[in-house]
């Protein structure tokens, strides 16, 4: 059964940082590239961040880029995003998710439950 | 504002059939595969449609989706109070060079 889970979440000032976590399993970390995507309280889906499969290529939205860092490790089979310079707007429920091969996904089969991140002073 | 465009709301009768739009450009929908989610209240995002009109293993046939140009329609037939949710399209916008999705329409199953 393929399982991820996301952690790493908090309340944070203005300015600060986080790093949020994915442990993947259930199926080959490492043929599947991956992707964040955040929905703020109420909102829609907004695509955040996305990693091929090997972490060669990497793809930002433009509202982070510039301030988050998608990274995985495939030994460990876990995704992480960097967030740096966060601002009250970055607030919303982080997902992991599970795209195609590479760093331009359309698709995403797999979800996870979603990690909250709180940007307030 | 989202760049995919979807109807704030939909509803139909139970039984009843309901259609979805999601109307975008020639660089996301026009030129790359269109999918489809179902987000259930207080749950994570569910893929319903894939590659503009396949469904994942495990998704009945009652869901469809069909492409044409640069809008793209999700369907669902036979609707069920358990249909009640908000679905959204997306897709990889190749001038953006970014994920991008539809804001969403909240479906009624009156």
């Known amino acids: 059964e393929v399982q991820l889970v996301e952690s790493g979440g908090g309340v944070v000032r203005p300015g600060g940082s986080l790093r949020l976590s994915c442990a993947a399993s259930g199926f080959t970390f490492d043929d599947y590239g991956m992707s964040w995507v955040r929905q703020a309280p109420g909102k829609g889906l907004e695509w955040v961040s996305a990693?091929?499969?090997?972490?060669?290529?990497?793809t930002y939205a433009g509202s982070v880029k510039g301030r988050f860092t998608i990274s995985r490790d495939n030994a460990k089979n876990s995704l992480y995003l960097q967030m740096n310079s966060l601002r009250v707007e970055d607030t919303a429920l982080y997902y992991c998710?599970?795209?195609?091969?590479?760093?331009?996904?359309?698709?995403?089969?797999?979800w996870g439950q979603g990690t909250p991140v709180t940007v307030s002073s | 504002q989202s760049v995919l465009t979807q109807p704030p709301s939909v509803s139909a009768a139970p039984g009843q059939k309901v259609t979805i739009s999601c109307s975008g450009s020639s660089s996301n929908i026009g030129n790359n595969y269109v999918s489809w989610y179902q987000q259930l209240p207080g749950t994570a995002p569910k893929l319903l449609i894939y590659?503009?009109?396949k469904r994942p293993s495990g998704i009945p046939d009652r869901f469809s989706g069909s492409k044409s140009g640069t809008s793209a329609t999700l369907g669902i037939t036979g609707l069920q109070t358990g249909d009640e949710a908000d679905y959204y399209c997306?897709?990889?916008?190749?001038?953006?060079?970014?994920?991008?999705f539809g804001g969403g329409t909240k479906l009624t199953v009156l």
């Open positions: 590659d503009n009109y």
């Open positions: 998710a599970r795209g195609d091969s590479g760093a331009s996904p359309d698709r995403f089969d797999y």
């Open positions: 997306g897709t990889w916008d190749s001038s953006l060079s970014a994920g991008v």
């Open positions: 990693i091929n499969w090997s972490g060669g290529s990497t």
